[in-house]
């Protein structure tokens, strides 16, 4: 019967070594050896004065463990068959680095006899154990039939905490038992320290039993143990509980009352201790193994599923987010281009329809002043002054432009320079745009017009021609009067109307040099405007390419390093995913094994595996 088991005990055991789980392993091993001992080795745990040591002397019907006021149970004790009674301490060597005590070999402990008036002192840990020496425990034999069909029972020391259990020694310790009777009087309900220790006792030992001891002291000891069955039911805590009076059975033993017996509830209890001695290499092996797999298969299984969802958080932040990052800059570089052609573009159109009507607006201007001059000033006088003006000011409107148009220059490199700030260096171009040196040669020279002048010899003609009409009509009519044509009043009306004409005409000839003068300045400046807006238009455009050719060239520099990352990552990536997905396969494969496992151990109990803890998950 113990072939199926145990090959799954030993499959148990491959996989701790397959897993590098020595621990586990040995801890396996441990119990292979366990479940092979024909003996069944019972822990009497639970908290101070319950009434374990008692129990231990009723089921053996013998006053083997020292009870009482005032009685401590500092040493574990176990009780086991011997021909004869016999007690001694036996004391593990002190530990070192490379031992403990709970490996010391079986030879290399200490055994120190106690006569049998001195239990007492000796599960005390006052008689037969050495100061320094490793963890102790007192080993009782007796001429039993019960403990002669392999029945070990172990004693020990009061403990309010879990964590106690197993601190006198690794024989007190709940890896070693087959089953485990934790202690509880009758005076009260389960405490929440008690049902803690069955909550951690039952998660790692398959066969545990609740005895309610001293029913014999309350009178209502069954409604206290229907409720304390309530309150394992609630905990879900898979054990069993048996009420019993260790002093009616020892009373029962003395006066040999097999009805007294009965009373106690001890005959429950022991053959409870006997079915499962018989069954220790079926049942009890079965439901160790299935606990043992769930222990083991968790400890594997979590590295593992750690690993899994380390693995699986590495895909956002390793290779493969350095790949998407990559495939973003190179679609973020694609947009950048298309932004700063598209805003280069954009200012350059602006820049060419700014500097023009700016260069437009001041001969504008200059036109304007222009007329306001010639309006009274006479050519002939102020040709001179006023040329020099018209230069200086051209000049000055041109380097005015100019000097606009570098600025705007710099701001559309700087416009479009922006577009690369997340890039985190400086990009603007090497060079900036100034004002020519040689503007002043570039601008047109002013040609004097040319201006009629008005003459002496035009004046006196200009005169005759307006005397003769003034003499001629005031002469005709004086003649009317009898008086002669040619007097002295026809002469001076003659002289008046010359003088007059001559005012005319010096007044027209005025009007038409400065029509001439304005019409000659605005041919001027008009060529000025002409040849500014093409130097301007050039110069622009020369920028333009200029701006263009950087960017681009910075542009395709910035392409190949994205590029160079990009590909980088990529293999970066592929070689990354192709080590994780080989790893997952294996973790995914070791968990289904792990699975396997655990259901084949589980199936030996009859119980319906639970590999939902055990699977990967997606």
């Not at 499962?276 to 400890?299: H, P, S």
């Not at 307006?466 to 040619?486: D, E, K, R, V």
Request: charged share 25%; with cysteine.
């Amino acid at each position: 019967m113990a072939g199926i088991w145990l090959d799954v005990l030993d499959g148990i055991a491959r996989t701790c070594r397959e897993h590098g789980r020595g621990d586990l392993l040995q801890a396996v091993r441990h119990k292979r050896a366990q479940l092979l001992d024909p003996t069944l080795r019972v822990l009497v745990v639970g908290e101070p004065n319950q009434g374990k040591s008692q129990l231990v002397n009723a089921i053996v019907n013998a006053p083997v463990c020292p009870v009482g006021d005032g009685r401590t149970t500092v040493l574990p004790t176990v009780v086991q068959h011997a021909e004869e009674p016999a007690v001694a301490v036996v004391q593990a060597p002190p530990a070192t680095p490379d031992r403990t005590g709970g490996g010391a070999l079986p030879g290399a402990v200490e055994r120190t006899p106690v006569p049998l008036d001195r239990i007492a002192a000796g599960v005390a840990g006052t008689l037969g154990r050495r100061p320094g020496g490793g963890p102790a425990y007192v080993e009782i034999g007796l001429p039993r039939a019960l403990l002669a069909g392999g029945l070990v029972l172990v004693d020990t020391p009061g403990s309010d905490e879990v964590a106690a259990l197993g601190g006198a020694g690794p024989v007190a310790g709940l890896s070693r038992a087959d089953a485990v009777l934790v202690v509880s009087d009758s005076t009260r309900e389960l405490s929440v320290a008690e049902l803690n220790l069955l909550l951690h006792v039952t998660r790692s030992h398959p066969n545990v039993v609740v005895v309610q001891t001293k029913i014999d002291l309350v009178p209502d000891w069954r409604v206290v143990a229907e409720r304390n069955r309530r309150h394992l039911a609630e905990a879900g805590v898979p054990a069993a509980l048996i009420p019993v009076s260790a002093a009616l059975r020892l009373r029962a033993a003395t006066v040999d009352d097999r009805g007294l017996n009965a009373e106690s509830g001890f005959p429950a209890l022991i053959g409870r201790l006997q079915r499962d001695l018989a069954g220790k290499a079926d049942v009890l092996a079965r439901a160790a193994v299935g606990l043992t797999a769930r222990t083991v298969v968790e400890q594997l299984a979590a590295p593992l599923r750690a690993e899994l969802e380390s693995q699986r958080a590495e895909e956002q932040s390793g290779p493969m987010s350095r790949l998407h990052a990559a495939q973003r800059e190179v679609d973020e570089l694609r947009r950048c281009s298309t932004r700063w052609q598209n805003a280069l573009n954009d200012e350059m159109a602006d820049l060419l329809s700014d500097i023009e009507y700016d260069l437009r607006d001041r001969t504008r201007q200059i036109l304007r002043m222009v007329d306001e001059a010639f309006d009274t000033a006479d050519p002939l006088v102020a040709w001179e002054t006023f040329q020099e003006w018209l230069s200086r000011s051209l000049v000055e409107a041109a380097e005015a432009n100019h000097e606009w148009l570098a600025q705007r220059c710099d701001h559309a490199a700087r416009r479009v320079a922006g577009n690369f700030a997340r890039y985190g260096y400086d990009v603007l171009p090497p060079w900036s745009m100034t004002v020519p040196e040689d503007l002043v040669d570039r601008l047109p020279e002013i040609e004097r017009p040319s201006i009629d002048r008005f003459t002496a010899t035009q004046k006196v003609i200009t005169g005759m021609k307006g005397s003769y009409g003034g003499l001629l009509m005031f002469g005709l009519a004086l003649t009317l009067a009898g008086m002669p044509m040619i007097n002295p009043v026809s002469i001076g009306a003659g002289a008046l109307f010359g003088g007059k004409s001559i005012r005319d005409e010096s007044r027209q000839l005025l009007r038409r040099r400065q029509a001439t003068v304005k019409t000659a300045i605005q041919r001027h400046v008009d060529d000025f405007f002409v040849r500014m807006t093409k130097d301007c238009r050039d110069a622009a455009r020369q920028v333009q390419r200029m701006l263009r050719d950087h960017f681009t060239a910075l542009t395709d520099e910035l392409q190949e390093a994205i590029v160079q990352s990009l590909r980088s990552a990529k293999q970066a990536a592929d070689t990354d995913a192709a080590v994780r997905d080989q790893r997952q396969r294996e973790i995914k494969l070791k968990m289904t094994r792990l699975a396997a496992l655990y259901e084949q151990a589980q199936q030996l109990t009859g119980a319906r595996p639970a590999p939902a803890p055990l699977e990967p998950r997606s």
